[in-house]
C-alpha cells in the first residue's frame, strides 16, 4: 500500500511538472559560422512573414551549436558538418534520441589564393601536403619561390573538421594560423601575396579561387554553382541543420519554410546552392 | 599735387605679392612640415606601443592556448535515503542524507589525439583516485586509441557514468561481477567513423577492488565488447548490438580452499587459478516516438570467483571457514526511459542477478539468494548543471527457511546532482 502511494505521487510529480515543459515562445539557432549569413537571412524573412514568431541566430562554430543542441540551450543546430559519432551519443545518453539531421543547401569549400598567386590549381594531395606542412614552398606547385603561408579555421569550427576528415586526413601542421571566421581566413589571404585558405564560399569575395583536381589525371574544377550543385568540384559538402526530436509546433513550419522553394532561394542568394 | 600722384609699379607690385606668397607658403610649409614630422613621431611612438601591445597578445594567446589544453568538469551528488527496516544501516538510521559522489576531472589533450585524465572522489571520508589514464589516438591507424591505466572496464552500464545514468545505481549483476568499475591495464578501442561499430579489448589486472596498485598474480585477465549501431533516420529509430566476454582467473595463493559452484567446501592445490569466465549480449533500442524514449538491456551469465577475506594476502593463515569461492551467475537488466519535454524523465528499471544459479531454495545461503529489483525514478533537469532524480527501489529476494520472507529493504532516494 505504501508502494502504492509513493509510486502514484512519483507519476504525479511528474506529470505536473512536464506540464510546463512544452512552451516554446521562440526558435533559437546556433552553430555554423559559415552558415551564419544564411541563418540571419532565412530568419529575418521569416520573422517578416510571421511576425508572432522570433528566430534568435547567433554563430560560434559547428561544435558550439553541437555542444548547444546537447546542453539544451538551442533548439536548431548549424553544422557544415556532419554529427560525430562522440556527439551522437551525448544525445542519446541526455535525450534518448540520435538527433534529426536536415540537409539545408550545399556548399563547396573554396580554395583562397592571392591574387597575384600564380598557382592556379591543385590537387586534393597537394592541399593535404601543404596544410600538413609536406610542401612548404609555392615553387614545388609552379609558383614564385616563397614560402607558403597557411590560413585556416579554429578547432571549433565544421570547416576546420571537414576539410581535416576530408581533404587534409591527418594532423594538421602547427603553422597554420587558426582565424576566427572564414571572412577573417580570406582577408588573411587577400592581404598575404603567400597565402592559403580555405572556406565556404560564400565569403570568397575580392580573391582568386585555386581549380581543384581529386588527382592528378581528373581535370581542375573551378567552385561554380554548377560544378558544386552537380556535386563535380571535389570538395563540396552539405550544410545542416540538427535537432535533438523530430520537429513539432513552430520549429516545424520555421525548418518546412527553409526547406521550401521560397527558402531555398535564399540560399542562392546568399551565395550557397539549394539542398537538392 | 594730387596729379603728380605716382601710380603703382605693377611689376613690383607683382614682385612684392610674390615674395609675400612665398614667405607665407614657406612659413605654412615650414607649420606643415613641423605637423608631418609630429605626426610621424607620433605615429612612430603609436606603431612601438601597438607592436608592444601585439607581443603581449602574442605571449598572452600562448599562455591561454595551453590553458584551453586542460579542461575541467565534475560533479556533486548529495542525497537523502529512507531505508525500509530490513536493511537498518549501522547505528541504526532509518533515513541519512548523504554526499553520494564529489568528483573533479581533470582532462589535459597537449595536441590532437592525447588525452590525459585524472579523476579523484572527495566524497566524505573516502579520497580516492577514480581515473587515471592517458589515451592515445594510435598514429596512422584512424579510429584506433590505446588506453593506459586505471579505467572503468569496458562494459555498457559501467561506462554510463552515473552523472547521466538514469538510475540511481548500476543493476546488481554490474556491481557483482565490476566491483568498483574501474580495473587497471591497457585497452585498444576503435570507434569507427565510416562503420558504425566499436570495438573494445582490454588487458587488465583483474583483481582491482580500489586498493592494490599492483596485480596479485602473473595472468591478466582480458575482456572485450563489440556492438554494432543501425540506424533508420526515417523511423527515429537507433538500434545498437553487441557481444562482451571476460576470461581471466584469480590465482590461489594462500587460501588452499575453495566452496565449490554446489557449495561444499574442499581444498585446492596452491597456484591453481579459480575462474572468471562470461559472456554477455547487450542491446541498446533509441526511438523518437513523441520525444526520446530508450529500451536497454544486458545479460549475461558465467562463472565468477570470489576471494576469502584472507585469499589475497599472504600472511593470514588459510582457513578452511573462509574459503575462496567459485560461483556460476546469470543475471540482467532491462531500462524502459521515456523522455517528456526537454526537461523530465521517466525511468523504470528491473533487474536480476542469481549469485549462484546451481542451487535454489533450502541449499542457498543468504549471500547466495537471487534478487529481482524494481526501480522507478524520474529526472528532472533543471538546467545544464543540476539535475534532481527521485526514485523507490524495491528488491525481491529468493526465499528458504533462513530468509523466509521479501526482506523489508525498499529504498526511497532523492538526489540533488550538480556537474559543472
Known sequence: MKNKKIITIMLITVLMSTATGFSQAKITVKGSDTMVILAQKWAELYMKQNPATSVQVTGGGSGVGITALINGTTDICNSSRPMKQSEIEKLKARYNTLGVQIPCAKDGITIFLNEANKVEELTLKQLSDIYQGKIRNWKELGGNDAEIRMYGRENSSGTYTYFHDEVVKADYAASVQSLPGTAAVVNAVKKDVNGIGYGGAAYAVGIKHARVKKDTNSTAILPTAESIRKGEYPITRFLYMYLRNRPTGETKKYIDWILSEEGQMIVTDVGYFPYK | ?420
Do not use: C
Open chain 2, 1 to 420: 599735387m594730387m596729379k603728380n600722384k605716382v601710380k603703382p609699379n605693377v611689376t613690383e607690385m607683382k614682385k612684392l605679392f610674390a615674395i609675400a606668397g612665398l614667405i607665407m607658403i614657406s612659413i605654412h610649409g615650414y607649420s606643415q612640415t613641423q605637423k608631418i614630422d609630429s605626426l610621424i613621431e607620433v605615429i612612430d611612438r603609436h606603431e612601438g606601443k601597438i607592436n608592444a601591445l601585439d607581443d603581449r597578445v602574442l605571449v598572452n594567446e600562448s599562455d591561454l592556448g595551453k590553458l584551453n589544453k586542460i579542461k575541467i568538469s565534475g560533479y556533486i551528488q548529495a542525497e537523502f535515503r529512507n531505508y525500509q527496516s530490513g536493511i537498518v544501516k549501522t547505528n541504526d538510521p532509518y533515513s541519512t542524507f548523504l554526499i553520494r559522489r564529489a568528483r573533479i576531472k581533470f582532462t589535459y589533450e597537449p595536441l590532437d589525439g592525447v588525452k590525459f585524465v585524472l579523476q579523484p572522489d572527495f566524497s566524505t571520508g573516502n579520497l580516492v583516485l577514480k581515473d587515471a589514464y592517458a589515451v592515445v589516438n594510435i598514429p596512422k591507424i584512424k579510429d584506433w586509441t590505446l588506453w593506459a591505466g586505471q579505467f572503468n572496464r569496458p562494459n555498457y552500464e559501467v561506462e554510463y557514468s552515473s552523472g547521466q545514468r538514469e538510475v540511481m545505481e548500476r543493476s546488481r549483476v554490474i556491481r557483482a561481477i565490476y566491483p568498483g568499475e574501474r580495473e587497471i591495464g591497457v585497452k585498444l578501442e576503435y570507434i569507427g567513423s565510416k562503420i558504425p561499430l566499436k570495438f573494445q579489448f582490454a588487458v587488465l589486472n583483474g583483481n582491482f577492488t580500489g586498493s592494490q596498485p599492483i596485480d596479485v598474480d602473473t595472468k591478466k585477465d582480458l575482456m572485450s565488447r563489440l556492438v554494432y549501431s543501425v540506424k533508420l533516420p526515417q523511423a527515429g529509430i537507433g538500434i545498437d548490438v553487441g557481444v562482451n566476454g571476460y576470461y581471466g582467473g584469480t590465482k590461489a595463493k594462500a587460501n588452499p580452499f575453495i566452496s565449490r559452484i554446489t557449495g561444499e567446501t574442499d581444498s585446492v592445490a596452491l597456484g591453481s587459478y579459480l575462474k572468471k569466465q562470461w559472456m554477455g549480449g547487450e542491446i541498446q533500442i533509441f526511438a523518437d516516438f513523441l520525444g526520446g524514449t530508450a529500451v536497454k538491456a544486458e545479460y549475461m551469465s558465467g562463472t565468477n570467483n570470489f576471494a576469502s577475506l584472507t585469499g589475497l594476502t599472504s600472511t593470514i593463515a588459510a582457513l578452511k571457514g573462509d574459503p575462496n569461492k567459485e560461483r556460476v551467475f546469470s543475471g540482467y537488466y532491462l531500462y524502459l526511459i521515456k523522455n517528456i519535454g526537454p526537461r523530465f524523465q521517466l525511468v523504470g528499471r528491473y533487474d536480476y542477478l542469481d549469485p549462484n544459479t546451481k542451487t535454489s531454495g533450502e541449499t542457498s545461503t543468504t549471500s547466495e539468494l537471487y534478487y529481482k529489483t524494481w526501480a522507478l525514478t524520474t529526472q528532472y533537469y533543471m538546467n545544464d548543471n543540476i539535475r534532481i532524480s527521485l526514485q523507490y527501489e524495491m528488491p525481491k529476494n529468493e526465499t528458504n527457511t533462513k530468509v523466509p520472507d521479501d526482506l523489508k529493504d525498499n529504498t526511497l532516494t532523492v538526489r540533488i546532482q550538480a556537474k559543472f
